[in-house]
């Protein structure tokens, strides 16, 4: 064994390989879709249609390739998107290798997705994620490859040498576990490992030109994007994308959004059971805890609601969104360790609906798709419909027959997800359309020390635990990197969560067990987990040694196939007078602000010509006003966020005595914005 030591540092020094260069360029782009009547992708509610912008939508290349005459090329696209769909990423393939031959090609192109559920829908060829947006939308999936093509034309035209830097740290008030009944199944031990049941680590990538100036960052932080909820129907990109803008903004100083230099994305992670409504659940009914275990309210789960940090969803949006953005700059401005080494990727289709897999001893194998029981149940971010609740693991006669009467799933298909009540057989149903994917698209890309692993789908934090740390055992295996050389670099592994593919979700098969929503949301049943780190431990392998894995089978390609149920247009028309893009009522050069402070009771009567978007002023966004104002009524649209700290405490707007107040927050009155200062 002593004689091994140097050969095994030997060759960890030679694999780093720390004098390579890096050339990359970034781009962005917008990929906004149809801001009316388009449902939204994420909570799956039909009448959730887009209905105007909160913010627009991005596209966020980042093309990294060694420097000299044959470059290894990988490229990273961020999206403002609820998850990539195969038709997406297939699509995005074609076009790229249409102007740019075999650069890019399915191994080496990750398409990922910040998750944000207030996004058009309709980009899928699955039947089942296009039920709501009634099948494909054809102008929501041009404008999306159209404006991912751009940022990668972009990136392209802007290579630069440079230098890559990374840096973590934690973010602690961002994020809780959503399901923390499943996450307390895993085993004690393997908890006890960690401080928290969400990942709060952050880990950041920053790019700087061969002059020394940043011109770009890419982080990674586990959150769901629902801090904009399900009543929600302005086009949004949510904490993550809001996040990306006030970095942009304030390297690229007040230009149109979009349009500055540098580029920087808030990608995901391992955020399956992972909110940003850090309230946590309560019953609004009551005030009461929901239940623990089922997330209902007196057997309903239409009651448990999570709440985000702030007094409405754009309020909590900015906080969260915030909060990421500090973080995000206290890394930028720190990262001094350098990624060096070569460019690699490993990539490969796989079937997981036959997996085979060796688990408790025994070789078993992965299921078709399926969907349980607690799938309609919803989550506290987004509660379900009907009767229906979390933890379930017993079928409805009821609902059994509706089930039936798409398709029966066979005792076969029942046996393999156990303990999962099945309410969809999607694997079993090919018609209109297959409904779920049964080909999955795998892949780990390899930036010198760091390492990309692009999960298809949204995994838990512990199913997201397994995986890195299965990566990372193969990594030093494969390296020699046992301990850590003094002085050398560090290999690092980050998880990109919802990338090339959507497959639901992936939970341990100790979650599983529970049945919760992120369980029964597990399709290829409770071996997904175990098939995957088997499958990236393969890709890793092959990564570390420069062996090519078979490419597996191809996933279908359905464009030819896909319809659509959206109702056209049947007449739309500009004011008279006018057309299509011109500024109706251009902004004023100066506004009145108002400031009032006071000590004591605030008396407002605020008045609106648009009576149908009118609220009581005691309701207004927290801020209680008297209710002896007659007809004192505010349009609640027209209010941007009050930052926190809202200091308005007392009711009816009273506050102690020896406390000035300070709020801030915008209205319309007569139609002409004012800024209020309380």
């Known amino acids: 064994m002593t004689r091994m030591v140097p050969v095994l540092l030997l060759f960890q020094i030679l694999t780093i390989s720390p004098s390579r260069a890096y050339r990359f360029g970034l781009g962005i782009f917008d990929i906004t879709g149809p801001a009316a009547d388009v449902n939204m992708m994420g909570y799956a509610r039909l009448g959730q249609n887009t209905h105007g912008i909160h913010t627009r939508l991005f596209s966020r290349a980042f093309l990294i390739q060694e ?19 195969q038709l997406l990423k297939t699509q995005v393939v074609m076009e790229l290798q249409k102007r740019y031959g075999g650069v890019f090609k399915y191994s080496n192109v990750l398409l990922t997705a910040t998750h944000t559920h207030s996004g058009p829908g309709g980009y899928f060829q699955y039947f089942l994620y296009s039920v709501t947006s009634l099948g494909f939308v054809k102008q929501n999936f041009d404008a999306m490859v159209t404006g991912i093509i751009k940022s990668v034309e972009i990136a392209k035209s802007n290579m630069m040498n440079g230098k890559i830097y990374v840096a973590k740290g934690d973010i602690q008030n961002a994020s809780i576990n959503r399901s923390p009944a499943s996450y307390e199944r895993n085993p004690t031990e393997e908890r006890k490992k960690y401080q928290s049941n969400v990942d709060t680590q952050m880990v950041l990538l920053k790019f700087v030109n061969s002059s020394g100036h940043p011109v770009g960052m890419l982080n990674w932080f ?100 915030q909060r990421q953005y500090e973080k995000a700059w206290e890394l930028f401005e720190v990262a001094k360790e350098e990624i060096s080494g070569s460019i690699s990727f490993a990539h490969q289709f796989v079937d997981m609906t036959e997996m085979k897999v060796k688990y408790g001893g025994h ?68 018609r209109p359309l297959e409904w779920q994917p049964a080909v999955v698209e795998t892949q780990v890309l390899r930036i010198g020390t760091f390492l990309i692993v692009a999960l298809p789908g949204e995994f838990t934090t512990m199913s997201g635990r397994r995986i890195r740390n299965a990566v990372t055992q193969v990594v030093r295996r494969e390296t020699g990197y046992w301990p850590r050389i003094k002085g050398s670099s560090e290999y690092h592994v980050v998880l990109a969560g919802l990338s090339n593919v959507y497959t639901s979700y992936v939970a341990t098969p100790e979650e599983y067990e529970l049945q919760r929503y992120e369980g029964a949301s597990t399709i290829y049943g409770p071996l997904t987990l175990p098939a995957y780190v088997d499958q990236f431990q393969r890709l ?20 030819d196939h896909l319809f659509s149920g959206l109702p056209p247009v049947l007449f739309d028309a500009a004011p008279f007078g006018f057309k299509f893009g011109d500024v109706i009522a251009p902004p004023k050069s100066i506004y009145t602000q108002v400031y009032l402070e006071s000590a004591g009771p605030i008396r407002l009567a605020i008045g609106s010509q648009r009576s149908g978007d009118q609220v009581a002023p005691e309701k207004l966004e927290g801020l209680l006003l008297p209710r002896d104002v007659p007809n004192s009524v505010l349009r609640s649209r027209q209010i941007s966020h009050i930052p926190p700290p809202s200091l308005f405490q007392g009711d009816h707007g009273s506050v102690p005595s020896n406390m000035l107040t300070t709020a801030h927050f915008l209205f319309t009155l007569s139609d002409e914005p004012i800024s209020l200062a309380l």
């Open 67 to 85: 420097d000299g005459p044959s470059p290894s090329t990988v490229l990273f696209i961020n999206l403002d998107v609820g998850m990539i769909s």
């Open 222 to 321: 586990a959150v769901h994007a629902t801090s904009m909820n399900m009543t929600n129907t302005l086009i949004s990109s949510d904490n993550k994308g809001l996040a990306a803008l006030m970095f942009e903004e304030r390297l690229n100083g007040h230009r149109n959004v979009g349009q500055g230099p540098f580029v920087g994305a808030f990608a995901q992670a391992n955020e399956g059971d992972v909110s940003p409504n850090i309230q946590g659940p309560i019953c609004i009914d009551t005030g009461r805890p929901c239940d623990y275990v089922h997330g209902t309210c007196n057997g309903r789960t239409q009651n448990c609601i999570a709440f985000g940090p702030g007094q409405d969803m754009f309020e909590s949006t900015k906080i969260i969104a």
């Open 363 to 430: 070789n078993r194998s992965t299921c078709k798709p399926a969907m349980g029981y607690s799938f309609a149940a919803g989550t506290m971010d987004g509660p379900g419909d009907f009767d229906f609740v979390q933890g379930t693991k017993s079928t409805n006669p009821f609902w059994n027959v509706i089930r039936d009467m798409i398709k029966r799933p066979s005792g076969e298909l029942e046996r393999c997800h156990a303990p999962k009540p099945i309410l969809l057989a999607t694997g079993e149903l090919n």
């Open 540 to 559: 890793t392998t092959a990564l570390m040694k420069g062996t090519q894995l078979p490419p597996g089978p191809t996933p279908p390609y359905l464009m």
